[in-house]
C-alpha cells in the first residue's frame, strides 16, 4: 500500500490526479485517473458525478512499478471531494485506495 501525502490534488473535465506526477523523468509518485459515469459512453469532458464510475485511462507513477492498470472503478463520495478505487482485475498487479481533495 502507498500513501502520497503532499503534492496537489486537481478535479475537473472527468479526471482527478493526486500525489506528485514526474515529467520528464523527474521523481514521481502520484496518480492520474480518468473517470466515465458508470453506464454512459459518453465522450469527454464531462464532470465527476458521485457514486460507481468507471476508470478508463490514467497513469501511475510510483516507485517501483513500470506498468500498472489504467483501468477499474472509482466510488465517488456525496460531496465529490473523495473516493475509493480499484484498478486492475483479479490477476496482479492491483491496486486499490482512496482519494480526498480539498
Not at 501511475?60 to 483501468?71: D, K, M, R
Request: charged residues 20%; glycine residues 16%.
Amino acid at each position: 500500500m502507498f500513501i502520497i501525502k503532499g503534492g496537489t490534488c486537481r478535479r475537473g473535465m472527468g479526471s482527478v490526479g493526486f500525489g506528485v506526477n514526474g515529467y520528464s523523468g523527474g521523481p514521481a509518485r502520484g496518480i492520474w485517473l480518468r473517470l466515465q459515469p458508470e453506464g454512459s459512453d459518453a465522450i469527454p469532458p464531462w464532470n465527476i458525478r458521485v457514486g460507481r464510475n468507471k476508470v478508463i485511462d490514467g497513469e501511475v507513477e510510483l516507485p517501483g512499478f513500470a506498468s500498472l492498470p489504467h483501468t477499474g472503478t472509482a466510488i465517488v463520495a456525496k460531496h465529490l471531494k473523495s473516493a475509493t478505487f480499484s484498478l486492475g482485475r483479479q490477476a496482479k498487479p492491483r491496486i486499490t485506495g482512496s482519494w480526498t481533495c480539498a
